[in-house]
């Protein structure tokens, strides 16, 4: 099973407001960054998103290690609250919840805490590219 490693963010100015997502996807030797935008919506709806796109790029089940700086994302699957969710109904973001855990179910995914805003380059490249795709 293929190894990949991706960086994740989400960035909104104004919460709600325009936001961006990104990330970067390391394979081997490989390195592939994506982003993009909304004029609309919130911090927590672009972290789902850059993961969602992320995992979308996988062609086959992999082996991944989600590095993210979002609680609301690491903590719901480390603490397994995607759980209570799915049976009490989502309180907020059911869409991009619903696709997360269809893709996240389609994978052997792995989410690590990383500190936002520190020494973390591929974080802090992710924030970049994040905050760069934000509709203006």
Same mark, same amino acid.
């Given at each position: 099973?293929?190894?990949?490693? *991706?960086? +994740?963010?989400? &960035? ?9 997502? &990104?990330?970067?996807? *390391?394979?081997?030797?490989? +390195? $592939?960054? *994506? ?20 995992? /979308? ?5 992999? /082996?991944?290690? =989600? ?15 995607? =759980? $209570?969710? @799915? /049976?009490?109904?989502?309180? /907020?973001? @059911?869409?991009?919840?619903? %696709? ?9 995914? @792995? ?8 020494? =973390? ?6 924030? %970049?590219?994040?905050? &760069?795709?934000?509709?203006?």
């Amino acid at each position: 099973m293929k190894e990949v490693t *991706i960086y +994740t963010d989400g &960035a909104c100015s104004g919460n709600p407001g325009p936001g961006g997502w &990104a990330a970067i996807l *390391i394979y081997g030797e490989h +390195t $592939k960054e *994506i982003s993009g935008g909304d004029k609309q919506t919130t911090n927590n709806r672009m972290e789902l998103m850059a993961v969602i796109q992320s995992l /979308k790029m996988l062609k086959q089940p992999c /082996k991944v290690k =989600v590095c993210s700086d979002s609680a609301y994302i690491v903590n719901c699957f480390h603490d397994k609250w995607y =759980v $209570k969710w @799915e /049976k009490s109904g989502f309180k /907020k973001n @059911e869409d991009l919840w619903r %696709e997360l855990l269809a893709l996240y179910r389609k994978h052997d995914v @792995e989410f690590k805490k990383v500190k936002g805003h520190s020494n =973390v380059e591929l974080n802090n490249r992710c924030d %970049e590219l994040a905050r &760069a795709a934000v509709p203006r």
